[in-house]
């Protein structure tokens, strides 16, 4: 069994999928694609061996997100959760600065991926090296951006729709935005709307999986 649950803001995915098994007895319950505790929306999860095993697909899929990016600063961990470094000098942008700077990153682009995430280097997470002040030197990767569009800009915020391919940090994106505008710039919020065909109208709260499976 494979279904969309909405998480909010707090738990981790692990958080989700252990609550999930718990509730379950499941022996083996699995996600795709994992949140960050900042993060809300669509966690799609595999309850027992095969829907489990059938994940790797669902991470593949195309993903759609609402991101908040705060302009003017900039942030340790690319995210609300990290030191902030205020920037000095800098024009705000106006409008048709923005648009046009978010376009270069539609597309097959060079992602170069959050030196606090959970990417492995020679075996451990890249993040656990960050925190003891051992940041690794993380490379780029090819990732996709299949459409950025701007909801709403007023200064120093910025909400954006994207819709991308596997792979892809959001945060790392803010932060891209922000070198490209010149002004510093990371993810003050973000929620995850869709993963394929799960979307955040047709998943399923946490309060409700104890009746789901009752």
Same mark, same amino acid.
């Not at 990732?143 to 950025?148: A, D, G, L, P």
């Given at each position: ?6 998480? %909010? ?5 692990n @958080?989700v ?6 509730t ?7 996600h795709?694609?994992?949140? @960050? %505790? ?6 799609v999860?595999?309850?027992?061996r095969e ?19 705060k ?7 690319? @995210? ?11 024009e ?8 046009e ?14 030196? $606090?995430?959970?990417i492995k ?5 890249? $993040?656990?090296y960050a925190?003891?002040?051992?940041a %690794?030197?993380?490379?780029p ?14 200064? %120093? ?12 940090y ?10 490209e505008?010149?002004t ?16 955040k109208?047709?998943s ?5 999986i ?5």
């Amino acid at each position: 069994m494979i279904i969309a649950v909405y998480k %909010p803001k707090g738990p981790t995915s692990n @958080d989700v999928v252990q609550m999930i098994k718990k509730t379950t007895g499941a022996n083996k319950v699995g996600h795709a694609g994992t949140l @960050d %505790p900042l993060a809300s929306g669509v966690l799609v999860v595999g309850i027992g061996r095969e829907s489990t095993k059938n994940l790797s697909e669902e991470v593949k899929k195309e993903k759609e997100y609402i991101a908040l990016v705060k302009l003017g600063e900039t942030s340790e961990t690319d @995210d609300e959760e990290g030191k902030k470094t205020i920037v000095q000098k800098y024009e705000q942008p106006d409008k048709s600065i923005v648009t046009e700077i978010t376009k270069k990153f539609i597309g097959r682009i060079r992602q170069i991926p959050p030196v $606090y995430s959970a990417i492995k280097i020679n075996g451990r997470e890249a $993040y656990k090296y960050a925190r003891k002040g051992k940041a %690794p030197e993380m490379k780029p990767r090819e990732v996709e951006i299949k459409s950025i569009e701007i909801l709403e800009y007023k200064w %120093p915020f910025l909400k954006i729709k994207v819709t991308t391919g596997p792979g892809v940090y959001i945060r790392s994106l803010a932060r891209d935005i922000g070198n490209e505008l010149g002004t510093g710039g990371y993810l003050a919020e973000l929620e995850r709307t869709r993963v394929g065909q799960f979307t955040k109208d047709y998943s399923v709260k946490l309060k409700d999986i104890p009746k789901l499976f009752s």
